[in-house]
């Protein structure tokens, strides 16, 4: 069965920094696992804010996390991470992972974190 497991929220003061992780379990072989970091601010719509594929185009990020966030992969263990750095007020948000799976180009399935707190503040 498929689990997925993310971590590493907390508070930061602005400027600081988090890492968060999230890593899927049970994915059958000759799978293609495209994951993904979205947020949802308090009052807000969930949004994204960036994507990484082990087969595709390389590390897409949102523009508000440009230059501050980077996302990473472990293939060998379908783990990613999210590095946030130089955190601001805005980036408060509920952090939730997203999973999606293909095989040969057709997508057979999707699952989310169960999401974790980010409070920037000072």
């Known amino acids: 069965q498929v689990q997925i497991v993310e971590s590493g929220g907390g508070s930061a003061q602005p400027g600081g920094s988090l890492r968060l992780s999230c890593a899927v379990f049970?994915?059958?072989?000759?799978?293609?696992?495209?994951m993904s970091w979205h947020r949802q601010p308090p009052g807000k719509e969930r949004e994204l804010v960036a994507s990484?594929?082990?087969?595709?185009?390389?590390?897409r990020y949102a523009d508000f996390v440009k230059g501050r966030f980077t996302m990473s992969r472990d293939n060998a263990k379908n783990t990613v991470y999210l590095e946030m750095n130089t955190l601001q007020a805005e980036d408060t948000a509920v952090y939730y992972c997203?999973?999606?799976?293909?095989?040969?180009?057709?997508?057979?399935?999707?699952?989310w974190g169960q999401g974790t707190q980010v409070t920037v503040s000072s």
């Open positions: 997203n999973a999606q799976f293909s095989r040969i180009g057709v997508r057979i399935g999707e699952v």
């Open positions: 990484i594929s082990s087969d595709s185009d390389g590390t």
């Open positions: 049970g994915v059958p072989s000759t799978t293609t696992v495209l």
